[in-house]
């Protein structure tokens, strides 16, 4: 169920320019040998210049995605 909040939240943000980015991967290694990696990658950071946490800290929407890479165990 879509109350609309999102779309009011989108409306009172403005965009933050991202000026510079370090996308590094996290790697995890199971017990079969297989490395699982993933890495985040930013497409968007909104800041909501009249909301604020509790400790007065800015509120920021951010859109990403995550690449993932599985490296399996070579027989």
């Given at each position: 169920?879509?109350?609309g909040s999102a779309v009011?939240?989108?409306t009172s943000t403005s965009d933050v320019e991202v000026l510079t980015a370090k996308e590094a991967w996290s790697?995890?290694?199971l017990?079969?040998?297989?490395?699982?990696r993933i890495k985040p990658i930013m497409i968007?950071?909104?800041?909501?210049?009249?909301a604020q946490t509790t400790d007065g800290d800015p509120v920021y929407s951010m859109r990403?995605?995550?690449?993932t890479d599985v490296r399996p165990t070579r027989s």
């Open positions: 169920m879509d109350d009011s939240l989108q790697e995890y290694h017990a079969d040998g297989t490395v699982l968007s950071v909104s800041r909501a210049p009249e990403s995605t995550l690449v």
